[in-house]
């Protein structure tokens, strides 16, 4: 059975800085990428970054670029987001996903992934 376990989440001054943990198991086939997104009260869950699992390429959504890093520990299945300057509208729940393949060629399109994790919590608030 596939399971994503996100944590890390919390409460943090705008400037501040939280590492999101990702934790896989279960995988028994070969999938094309693991994402994060987030959801904020009121809005629909948008892709913040993805890392291809075939070919390592990485994705940011403009609105992370320069703040946020994917990166992933093969040796433990585990996928991170590192997020640095943190703006009160990076305030949201955020989710880890697993794609087996990505058809559209965007990654980070929710609709393209297939298992999600329960999420974390994020606030960035004085």
């Known amino acids: 059975q596939v399971q994503l376990v996100e944590s890390g989440g919390g409460l943090v001054q705008p400037g501040g800085s939280l590492k999101l943990s990702c934790a896989t198991s279960?995988?028994?086939?070969?999938?094309?990428?693991i994402g994060w997104f987030r959801q904020a009260p009121g809005k629909g869950r948008e892709g913040v970054s993805s890392?291809?699992?075939?070919?390592?390429?990485?994705y940011y959504a403009d609105s992370v670029k320069g703040r946020f890093t994917i990166s992933r520990d093969n040796a433990n299945n585990t996928v991170y987001l590192q997020m640095n300057n943190l703006k009160p509208e990076d305030t949201a729940v955020y989710y880890c996903?697993?794609?087996?393949?990505?058809?559209?060629?965007?990654?980070?399109?929710?609709?393209?992934?297939?298992?999600w994790g329960q999420g974390t919590q994020v606030t960035v608030s004085s």
């Open positions: 890392i291809s699992s075939r070919d390592g390429n990485i």
């Open positions: 279960g995988f028994t086939l070969d999938y094309d990428a």
């Open positions: 996903a697993a794609a087996l393949l990505i058809h559209s060629g965007s990654y980070l399109l929710p609709y393209e992934y297939r298992n």
